[in-house]
């Protein structure tokens, strides 16, 4: 698929630069589909288990002591209550967090919009200590103090220590960043969260992309037709 839509651009440039004459010839070739959709997501146990292990400092492996700047920690909780990117948690500037209302601002998102995410306590907390003097300076910012551009290999490192990939072959399960993500949906889901309200959160541009979480949700249709049928067996008795 990717070196079809290569092939394709590739064709598409020369003919804009008159070094190819005639159809694109990968244009009617239809593209294969790729299954290549996470399922995976976090259970509750396996994120206090990240979450604490990413407030470790790994060097001092006798004894449990937090760094102190658990900067992977911060980011990792605000994509699990919020269902932020990577890379529009690199972009969260002192502006965009709203502690009057309890609510971030994403801009610059994938799909060119600004989303407002409602703040929970625990993001709230880790914030507000990070809010910058310079409101415009970013949130998070790596050794030299510039924008982060990808998340630390230390956050696999954490993942794979504490067995959150032991035994995963599958590289469509295995434990990434955007996981997390995956999980602040995939929670909402289970707790029978609307898809559209889940899909307005989630920052997709239609509700299908929000549809795989669908199966996640408590079976209302099962639940009334049990209630139908108590109450026609009530009627006749």
Known sequence: SHCLALLRAMYNKAVDWNLYQGDN???NVKKPTVQNARNRFLSMKEVD???VSLKRNHHMKDKYIELEDPKLHDMA??????GARAGEIFNLKGVDVDLQNDLLVFRDTKNKETRYAPMTEAVKYVLKK???DDLNAYI?????GK???????AFQRVVDDIGLNKGVTDPRQRVVFHTLRHTFASWLAIQGTPI?????LMGHKSISMSERYAHLSPDHKKEAIKNLEAGLKKQGK
């Open 25 to 27: 010839p990968v244009k």
């Open 49 to 51: 288990l990240l979450l």
């Open 77 to 82: 909780l605000v994509s699990l209550h919020t």
């Open 130 to 132: 990070r809010v910058p």
């Open 140 to 144: 998070f910012t790596d050794r030299d």
């Open 147 to 153: 924008k982060i551009k990808e998340v630390s290999n």
């Open 196 to 200: 559209y309200t889940i899909a307005k």
